[in-house]
């Protein structure tokens, strides 16, 4: 199933709206975004993501990890 997601990369100017499907890791998604996103920020090898500030497992789903259709999740470079 597919899962419509706010997404706001960490040098973005704005937000994007991504599609992930509930199968998709977080890595998956991070990686999304970061395609979405790269005419105007560069893309970095590994990123977190953060749901509600809680930093999300990147090996898991979108289903296991709670996420439902226009919820917000930010990405930014690990460590920061």
């Known amino acids: ?5 706010y997404g706001f990369l960490r040098g973005d100017t704005i937000g994007l709206v991504i ?3 509930d199968t998709d ?12 996103a790269s005419v105007r920020v560069a893309p970095v090898p590994v990123v ?6 809680r930093l999300l497992d990147p ?11 226009l919820e917000r ?6 460590g920061t």
């Open 19 to 21: 599609l992930a499907h």
């Open 48 to 53: 977190e993501v953060r749901h509600r500030g």
């Open 25 to 36: 890791t977080i890595r998956d998604v991070g990686a999304k975004l970061q395609e979405a």
């Open 73 to 78: 999740v930010d990405v930014c470079p690990k």
């Open 1 to 5: 199933m597919l899962v419509p997601l």
């Open 59 to 69: 090996d898991r789903t979108v289903a296991e990890s709670g996420l439902e259709a």
